[in-house]
């Protein structure tokens, strides 16, 4: 799940809107993130190459499981967010997201060495 919220971490940071922000309101970050969210997961190699789920199902999957998720982020977010406390919470909401799609689409898991024993993190 790391994996997933660094690439969605990655995904905000690049987005012209946040270069010039010292503090980013919360709702530009939710913002962001619901828009980042489905493709981001949907296109990542991990979840294309240990799912089988169609990138149309998972988009829409992800689309319907993320606004949980946002929700109780949003409510314990600052109004405000140092760049700093993006990761955070990119990673909140990337745990919270990807759990959620792992327990949908379990049964549809590819077990192999690779999406059983991913590499770690370094």
Do not use: N
């Amino acid at each position: 799940m790391k994996k997933i919220a660094l690439v969605l971490f990655i995904a905000i940071l690049s987005a012209p809107a946040l270069a010039w922000c010292d503090d980013i309101p919360r709702d530009v970050m939710v913002d962001m993130m619901r828009a980042a969210l489905p493709k981001t997961l949907c296109e990542h190699p991990v979840y294309k190459k240990c799912f089988k789920v169609s990138t149309k199902d998972c988009l829409q999957t992800v689309g319907e499981i993320e606004e949980p998720c946002l929700s109780e982020a949003s409510e314990k977010m600052p109004k405000k967010l140092k760049e700093s406390a993006l990761e955070e919470w990119g990673q909140k909401i990337g745990y919270c997201v990807g759990t959620a799609f792992v327990q949908k689409y379990g049964d549809r898991r590819v077990h192999s060495k690779s999406c059983d024993h991913p590499p770690s993190e370094k």
